[in-house]
């Protein structure tokens, strides 16, 4: 979330996580290799930024997902119901 609004140091971006600075570099690192962020060498510094395209490919990707496991689960709801309904007529003939 920090580098939606910008590139970071790697302090600012571990300051509000219990986690030190050397974890949140690797974290970033994995980042990087996956092509979600940049980082520059500056001075002593290696400020992020975030990648706004491979994450907007990755948000579309994760959509087609959602939306099939939403029509996956509405289609089992309905058999569920529909076994309820057999199951409860079931019940009264007897």
């Keep these: 979330m920090r580098l939606a609004h910008g590139e970071a140091p790697v302090n600012e971006i571990a300051a509000p996580f219990k986690m030190s600075q050397p974890a949140v570099s690797r ?4 980042l990087e290799q996956a092509g979600l962020i940049e980082r520059d060498v500056d001075q002593q510094r ?3 930024r ?3 395209e ?7 990707w994760l959509e087609e997902f959602r939306q099939f496991w939403s029509s996956s689960f509405d289609q089992l709801d309905d058999l569920l119901g529909e076994l309820k309904k057999a ?3 079931r019940g009264r003939r007897k």
């Design 27 to 30: 974290h970033l690192k994995v």
């Design 46 to 48: 290696r400020p992020a």
């Design 50 to 52: 975030l990648k706004a």
């Design 54 to 60: 491979p994450m907007a490919q990755a948000v579309s």
């Design 87 to 89: 199951e409860k007529k």
